[in-house]
């Protein structure tokens, strides 16, 4: 039953890596559902009340990154909230629209048209833009990875201390 449990665990886990690069996947809520699978197999004692304070301000944090982290892409090379708009909408669709390539071109598009229709800015400019939604997305990606091993580092750490 063990080898089950954290089958299923690092099943979670990896999948709420998976949504990293994929977002219609909400990682975190593969993260927490790596936390329950623990706590319904074994208990929830391992789990501390300061534990859940780390892991719900890890949580914010990752939010926090995501959204500050295409901002700053986008604004960086010159972009206005019709960028950010757009790099969102076509983050979301792309990944449908575009299979394979969409996680890339969704949102380098989407700030693109975001910027041309609410702007009239010129094509090389909405391009700069695009790309900085592009660096912004990889850069949120990051982040969010380095934040998902920290609560599962913490995770670990509880339940195996």
Same mark, same amino acid.
């Given at each position: 039953? *063990?080898?089950?449990?954290?089958?299923?665990?690092?099943?979670?886990? !990896?999948?709420?890596?998976? #949504?990293? @690069?994929?977002?219609?996947?909400?990682? !975190? /809520?593969?993260?927490? /559902? +790596?936390? @329950?699978?623990?706590?319904?197999?074994?208990?929830?004692?391992? $789990?501390?009340? %300061?534990?859940?304070?780390?892991?719900?301000?890890? @949580?914010?944090?990752?939010?926090? *990154?995501? $959204?500050?982290?295409?901002?700053?892409?986008?604004?960086?090379? +010159? #972009?206005?909230?019709?960028?950010?708009?757009?790099?969102?909408?076509?983050?979301? !669709?792309?990944?449908?629209?575009?299979?394979?390539? +969409?996680?890339?071109?969704?949102?380098?598009?989407?700030?693109?048209?975001?910027? %041309?229709? @609410?702007?009239?800015?010129?094509?090389?400019? *909405?391009?700069?833009? #695009?790309? #900085?939604?592009?660096?912004?997305?990889?850069?949120?990606?990051?982040?969010?990875?380095?934040?998902?091993?920290?609560?599962?580092?913490?995770?670990? $750490?509880? !339940?195996?201390?």
């Amino acid at each position: 039953m *063990a080898i089950l449990c954290w089958a299923l665990i690092i099943i979670s886990f !990896v999948v709420s890596f998976v #949504g990293l @690069v994929y977002p219609i996947i909400p990682s !975190v /809520l593969f993260v927490a /559902l +790596g936390f @329950v699978i623990y706590g319904l197999f074994y208990d929830f004692s391992s $789990y501390s009340w %300061l534990f859940w304070v780390i892991q719900g301000l890890l @949580v914010v944090a990752l939010f926090l *990154a995501d $959204y500050i982290a295409n901002i700053i892409g986008v604004k960086k090379f +010159g #972009g206005t909230k019709a960028g950010v708009w757009g790099s969102t909408v076509g983050l979301l !669709v792309g990944p449908f629209v575009i299979p394979g390539f +969409g996680i890339i071109l969704g949102p380098f598009i989407g700030a693109i048209v975001g910027e %041309l229709i @609410v702007h009239r800015t010129t094509i090389s400019n *909405a391009v700069k833009i #695009g790309v #900085g939604s592009v660096i912004g997305f990889f850069s949120g990606a990051i982040s969010k990875g380095f934040i998902q091993l920290l609560m599962i580092a913490y995770f670990l $750490y509880a !339940v195996l201390k």
